[in-house]
């Protein structure tokens, strides 16, 4: 009897030493996949607002570059303008509204519409007071 006692008590022993070790094995387990899952998580977001501000860059960098291809067309656009009345000029073609004191040599005078023009090469010129002074104005004859 006093070997069945003793079996039986040290099996119970056995039994209660074993229920907490479980016991705490199992949440130990449980917070360790609860940490899991929120660095998991975390890992994510942190991935996610990287992503995103990646995108942010990449947005501002094509907005500086769009930003610089609108001044460059405009400048190349003003360049362009410029080339033109430099040809026209060399050409002899002055810009409409061009003020001189004196008209060049070889001038014919030319009545268009009841106005006098004076026809220079490929100009016409209006004849003008400005302040006291007669000056000349490149036209277009209507």
């Known amino acids: 009897m006093k070997k069945i006692l003793k079996i039986a ?16 094995a ?3 387990i449980r917070r360790r996949a609860v940490r899991r899952t929120v660095v998991v998580g975390s890992t994510v977001a942190a991935a996610d607002s990287a992503q995103m501000a990646q995108a942010q860059q990449q947005t501002a960098a094509a907005q500086k570059q769009a930003a610089a291809s609108q001044q ?6 003003k360049e362009a303008a410029a080339a033109k009345q430099k040809a026209a000029v060399a050409a002899g073609l002055l810009p409409l509204g ?6 060049p040599a070889g001038c014919a005078p ?3 519409g009841g106005v006098e023009y004076y026809h220079c090469g490929v100009n016409y010129y209006r004849a003008v007071f400005q302040g006291n002074n007669l000056v000349y104005v490149t036209a277009q004859p209507k």
């Open 9 to 24: 008590v040290v099996t119970t022993a056995l039994a209660l030493m074993l229920i907490p070790d479980s016991t705490y």
């Open 110 to 112: 030319t009545a268009v």
């Open 26 to 28: 199992q949440f130990g």
């Open 72 to 77: 460059q067309a405009a400048a190349a656009k």
């Open 98 to 103: 061009t003020v001189v004191p004196t008209l």
